[in-house]
Each structure stands twice: as structure tokens, then as C-alpha cells.
């Protein structure tokens, strides 16, 4: 096998691995009760949506059957996403805003106060947060 096709393997792997974690994520599911259910350890799960380790084919399906999914939707456009591989990056960040704002929209108004001061405060320029302290 050429390097190249060793690369989009890789790049396969953790796309396949990417699209794993956003499954476990918008079923609010952590890596221990995922792996519970496929009769793994929570660390291989981790491993797979980091693309460290290969997801075997008998694994994949029963992480699809848990999603209640297509073993196909692992694999759906997947040679478009390898050409655009850091748009998967992107799209998990959308992911974390849109939960972000979920999130914040569930608190009451002091408790938005103070995340909205704590995020603020981080986003401060080091010089700036010295100043403030």
C-alpha cells in the first residue's frame, strides 16, 4: 500500500472516529455507558474517536446498533469528507456553540452573570488580566 493510501486510511479512521464521538454526544451517552454497551473498555472508545485505533467492522456495528443507525452513515460521503477533513473540525466546533448556547440559555439570570463574567475573564489579554487582578 502507497503512503498516500496509508494516509487516507488514517484520515478514514478518524473520520469514522470523529462522527462516532458527535453520535455519543447528541445522545448526551458518556465513552463508559457506550462502552458498556459494546463490551469494551471506555479507553478503546477513546481510542476510536481520536482515529488512534481502527474500528473493526463487527465493532462498527455494534456502536450503530446502539445509535439506532445504519452501519452506512459511518461511511456516507466519506471520500468528500477526507478532501475536506478540517471542516469536520469546524463542524464539531459549531457542535460545542450550539451546545454552549443550550447550555447557558437553561440558566437562571445570576448564573449567566457570572459564566458570562468567567468567560469574559478569559478572554482577556494576559496583560489585561493582570491589570484586573
Not at 19 to 27: A, E, F, G, T, V
Not at 66 to 81: A, C, K, Q, R
Request: net charge negative; charged share 30%.
Amino acid at each position: 500500500m502507497s503512503e498516500t493510501n496509508d494516509s487516507i486510511i488514517s484520515e478514514m479512521d478518524k473520520i469514522i472516529g470523529r462522527r462516532i464521538r458527535l453520535c455519543r454526544q447528541s445522545h448526551k451517552m458518556s465513552q463508559t455507558k457506550l462502552a458498556k454497551q459494546v463490551g469494551i473498555a471506555w479507553q478503546q472508545i477513546q481510542k476510536y474517536e481520536g482515529g488512534k485505533n481502527r474500528v473493526s467492522a463487527s465493532m462498527l456495528w455494534r456502536i450503530a446498533e446502539v445509535f439506532d443507525l445504519p452501519v452506512s452513515y459511518f461511511f456516507e460521503h466519506i471520500s468528500e469528507d477526507i478532501d475536506e477533513a478540517e471542516d469536520l473540525d469546524v463542524d464539531l466546533s459549531k457542535w460545542r456553540a450550539a451546545k454552549i448556547v443550550e447550555m447557558y440559555s437553561g440558566l437562571g439570570d445570576a448564573e449567566q452573570d457570572a459564566l458570562f463574567s468567567f468567560l469574559k475573564s478569559l478572554s482577556l489579554p494576559e496583560r489585561a488580566r493582570e491589570v484586573a487582578e
